[in-house]
């Protein structure tokens, strides 16, 4: 495993909720990345416990989320360790309850 790799998969593991976005959960830099954090928050996620990455920081991290979860797109998703997937997969599981269920057990 590289070391991008091995820092992606210890953010995911020490921490209840991570997203892997463009930009930060105060400011979010692509529509996508936004539409992820009002989702959490409509889920009643306080934003501020969300571990954040931002790939426009970190081309490594970039590139290297895409191998990790095998997903071409971000925003990624991550709770407890597991990958929930991007802001489409996000929204879907928001409207069927299943993503606030997700979130409540974390």
Request: glycine share 10%; hydrophobic share 35%; proline share 3%.
């Amino acid at each position: 495993m590289s070391d991008t790799q091995q820092r992606i998969d210890s953010l995911v593991k020490e921490n209840d909720i991570v997203l892997f976005m463009k930009g930060n959960a105060s400011f979010p830099q692509c529509g996508f990345s936004g539409r992820a954090i009002q989702i959490l928050k409509a889920c009643g996620v306080d934003t501020k416990t969300v571990k954040t990455v931002n790939v426009l920081e970190d081309n490594e991290v970039r590139q290297g989320i895409k191998d990790y979860s095998n997903w071409p797109t971000v925003p990624q998703l991550y709770v407890k360790g597991e990958f929930i997937g991007g802001s489409d997969i996000m929204m879907e599981m928001y409207e069927n309850g299943e993503l606030q269920q997700v979130l409540g057990g974390q």
